[in-house]
C-alpha cells in the first residue's frame, strides 16, 4: 500500500450550493484557484533579508495535527496553479480535463492539507471544467448531438448495473482482494433506478462512494471505471 490517497469528499459547500447564488463556474473555479496564491513561498523573496520575518498568512485549508496525515500541500499548492493555468487557457495543456481533476491524488504527510476541505474544492474545481467541456461540446456539436451522445453513455452504464448479481463486474483471483459485492450490487441497483426512474442521487453521493474489501470480490479498476462514467453522465446533463 502506498502513501498515496485517492480523493474523498468532505463536508463543505456542495457544488449545487454554489450555484444556487448564480455564480459562473469561472467565478468558483477562480476562487479555488487563487488559493494557492495564500501559501507561503518556500523560497525568499527576491531582496529580502535571510533574518527578517515574514508576515504571517493563512493556509488555504486547514492543516492536520498530532498523527492525522493530510495531503501534501506542496503537491496540493502545485495541483491548483496548474489548475488554474490549464483552466485560463486550455490549449497549454488539453490534457487537462474535468476527468484529470477526479483522478488526481496527493501524497499523505503530517501537518497536511485536511483531506475532506481539499476534495470538497476539487470536487468543485471538476464542475468548473466540467461545465466548460459541456459548453465547448454543445457550440460544436449542438444540443441535440451532445444529449444523445450522454443518453447513449447512459444506456451503456445501465445496461452493466442492470446485470444479475454478483455477476455485474469482473471477479479478482482465488487470493486477491476485490471489493466488496454485496455492496457494489446495492449501489449498482440505486444507480440504475437513478437512470431508469430519476432516483434522487447527486453527483457528490457519487464521488463519495467507497467499498469495503474481499477475496473473489468484483475487480476494483473496472468499478471505479463505471463510478467515473455515471459522474460523467451527471455532469454532462446538469
Known sequence: MTDTASRDDGSSPTPSESATTGRTPEQVAADHFAAEETVMPHHAAAGASATSEAPPVAAPFPLTSGRTKGYDTDAVTAFLEHARVAYEDPELDPSFTSAAVREWSFPLTRRGYAVGAVDAALGRIEDAFAARERDAGIADAGVDAWVAAARGSAQEILDRLRRRDRQKFRRTGMMRFGYRVDEVDMVADKLA????????????????????????GYDEAQVDAVLDAVVDVMLAVR
Open 193 to 216: 433506478a437513478y437512470f431508469e426512474s430519476g432516483e434522487q442521487v447527486s453527483v457528490e453521493q457519487v464521488r463519495q462512494i467507497a467499498f469495503r474489501m474481499q477475496r473473489r
